[in-house]
């Protein structure tokens, strides 16, 4: 059976490839698409979620907006967005104007976005589905925090929340927090309070699955308007990586979550005591990861490790090439 799957997610480069996954995989079934301020603007990263299914085909699974910001404004006010990452519009790299994305041809999708919010969403699926879903947030985790404050009996319709954000090691947007988790550390917090089975992926799992340009040239091979776009966006993804952080090779972080749902086998997991630090000075947002158990804390999440990024690149590339329309070659 496939499992039921709700993506949270703040497109941007690496969550658009999410979406790609989950809606190819017939080991998923992808219900609904929620979308939260991180990478860009909700408004932006609305439009990227519509703008991906546009490409990809992906049609019938709802669109619906989320949050514009955290659960409490930023101590100095402002917004969080990684723009240096994945550019102005949060998908940069490809023309929205042309092409797979094009939808009516001025860069709008055809892809509606739902009449809903991203709360009404997410309570309407886990609502309905007829066994419970699998969450999937690999933005800031406001939506999800959300949900579970306003519907605390919604959670068991909720199967597991696999999630990408935080870190084993250190941070990406301070030495101590990763992004995900540092936009909205109290909701990061109450997620991994929730008493919900959590799987984190953080960046010590994620900087293993690197964009090569060995990568590039399998997706390039495909040789269709959708392999094309991923192209671009990687190209862009690793010019910007390379930039802003001296990478050789951009790790394309969340889809480890699909990934890990389609072949659980492709990451090693330990069971450890995780909590996100909301006061220090120079850790607020940290994901405090206990791996050895020193704090006596019972443990409250599965923690991705080791990751084999041959078999996830597998699964990208397929997937890729199942929604663009490439043949089978042996
Ligand atoms: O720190 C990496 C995470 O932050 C990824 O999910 C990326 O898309 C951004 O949301
Ligand atoms: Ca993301």
Same mark, same amino acid.
Not at 23 to 48: C, E, R
Not at 175 to 194: H, M, R, S, Y
Not at 244 to 265: C, K, N
């Given at each position: 059976?496939?499992?039921?799957?709700?993506?949270?997610?703040?497109?941007?480069?690496?969550?658009?490839?999410?979406?790609?996954?989950?809606?190819?995989?017939?080991?998923?079934?992808?219900?609904?698409?929620?979308?939260?301020?991180?990478?860009?603007?909700?408004?932006?990263?609305?439009?990227?979620?519509?703008?991906?299914?546009?490409?990809?085909?992906?049609?019938?699974?709802?669109?619906?907006?989320?949050?514009?910001?955290?659960?409490?404004?930023?101590?100095?006010?402002?917004?969080?967005?990684?723009?240096?990452?994945?550019?102005?519009?949060?998908?940069?790299?490809?023309?929205?104007?042309?092409?797979?994305?094009?939808?009516?041809?001025?860069?709008?999708?055809?892809?509606?976005?739902?009449?809903?919010?991203?709360?009404?969403?997410?309570?309407?699926?886990?609502?309905?589905?007829?066994?419970?879903?699998?969450?999937?947030?690999?933005?800031?985790?406001?939506?999800?925090?959300?949900?579970?404050?306003?519907?605390?009996?919604?959670?068991?319709?909720?199967?597991?929340?696999?999630?990408?954000?935080?870190?084993?090691?250190?941070?990406?947007?301070?030495?101590?927090?990763?992004?995900?988790?540092?936009?909205?550390?109290?909701?990061?917090?109450?997620?991994?309070?929730?008493?919900?089975?959590?799987?984190?992926?953080?960046?010590?799992?994620?900087?293993?699955?690197?964009?090569?340009?060995?990568?590039?040239?399998?997706?390039?091979?495909?040789?269709?308007?959708?392999?094309?776009?991923?192209?671009?966006?990687?190209? @862009?993804?690793?010019?910007? @990586?390379?930039?802003? @952080?001296?990478?050789?090779?951009?790790?394309?972080?969340?889809?480890?979550?699909?990934?890990?749902?389609?072949?659980?086998?492709?990451?090693?997991?330990?069971?450890?005591?995780?909590?996100?630090?909301?006061?220090?000075?120079?850790?607020?947002?940290?994901?405090?990861?206990?791996?050895?158990?020193?704090?006596?804390?019972?443990?409250?999440?599965?923690?991705?490790?080791?990751?084999?990024?041959?078999?996830?690149?597998?699964?990208?590339?397929?997937?890729?090439?199942?929604?663009?329309?490439?043949?089978?070659?042996?």
């Amino acid at each position: 059976m496939p499992v039921p799957v709700i993506l949270d997610c703040d497109p941007g480069h690496d969550d658009a490839f999410n979406i790609l996954l989950a809606a190819a995989h017939p080991s998923v079934d992808l219900l609904a698409i929620t979308t939260v301020a991180g990478n860009q603007s909700v408004d932006k990263t609305t439009l990227n979620a519509r703008r991906m299914c546009e490409a990809a085909g992906i049609r019938g699974v709802p669109i619906a907006a989320g949050a514009a910001g955290p659960l409490h404004a930023r101590p100095h006010g402002g917004q969080l967005i990684a723009e240096k990452i994945h550019g102005g519009s949060g998908l940069d790299g490809p023309s929205w104007e042309s092409g797979p994305g094009a939808g009516f041809g001025d860069g709008e999708p055809t892809v509606p976005q739902d009449p809903r919010d991203a709360l009404t969403l997410l309570r309407d699926t886990l609502i309905r589905h007829p066994a419970p879903v699998t969450l999937v947030p690999t933005g800031p985790l406001t939506n999800i925090a959300t949900l579970l404050l306003a519907h605390p009996r919604l959670t068991d319709r909720i199967e597991r929340i696999v999630l990408m954000g935080g870190s084993a090691e250190r941070g990406n947007t301070t030495p101590a927090a990763e992004f995900n988790i540092l936009c909205d550390p109290e909701a990061a917090d109450i997620v991994f309070g929730c008493g919900v089975p959590v799987t984190m992926f953080g960046l010590n799992a994620t900087h293993q699955v690197r964009a090569t340009p060995e990568v590039i040239a399998r997706l390039t091979a495909l040789g269709t308007p959708l392999s094309r776009l991923c192209v671009e966006l990687l190209t @862009y993804f690793a010019s910007t @990586y390379r930039e802003v @952080y001296g990478f050789d090779t951009p790790p394309l972080h969340d889809p480890l979550t699909v990934a890990h749902l389609i072949d659980p086998s492709l990451v090693s997991l330990v069971r450890a005591a995780v909590r996100v630090e909301l006061t220090g000075t120079w850790t607020r947002g940290a994901t405090v990861v206990d791996l050895d158990g020193v704090t006596g804390l019972p443990p409250n999440a599965e923690v991705g490790m080791d990751v084999d990024a041959a078999g996830f690149w597998d699964l990208i590339v397929e997937a890729v090439r199942v929604l663009g329309g490439a043949p089978n070659t042996p």
